[in-house]
């Protein structure tokens, strides 16, 4: 089994900044990509930034320019540094792990950004 848990989550001014972080522990041998997404209410859950286990690092085009997702591959933690956010970016930002073709998800943190 792996766990997943979230850090960092709360309320933050549009413009501000605010960094999440996600350790991974238990059957973690062979973590490969590591990713955040999030679900704002009403919405679909949707693909915020993902990093391969070499570094290799994807966003989604409204992100792009303004999140950094990272890894630390000795902690099996990943982090989302999240800068100039806007009320958009409101929603429940879940970790997501990918170990040997697997999917696991964290329990998931708060974001709220107020105008």
């Known amino acids: 089994q792996v766990q997943l848990v979230e850090s960092g989550g709360g309320l933050v001014q549009a413009g501000g900044s605010l960094r999440l972080s996600c350790a991974a522990s238990g059957s973690i041998f062979g973590i490969s990509a590591m990713n955040w997404y999030r679900q704002a209410p009403g919405k679909q859950r949707e693909l915020v930034a993902g990093v391969s286990r070499g570094g290799t690092a994807n966003y989604a085009d409204s992100v792009k320019g303004r999140f950094t997702i990272s890894r630390d591959n000795a902690k099996n933690t990943v982090y989302l540094q999240m800068n100039s956010v806007k009320p958009e970016d409101t929603a429940v930002y879940y970790c997501?792990?990918?170990?040997?073709?697997?999917?696991?998800w964290g329990q998931g943190t708060q974001v709220t950004v107020s105008s």
């Open positions: 997501n792990v990918v170990v040997s073709f697997r999917n696991y």
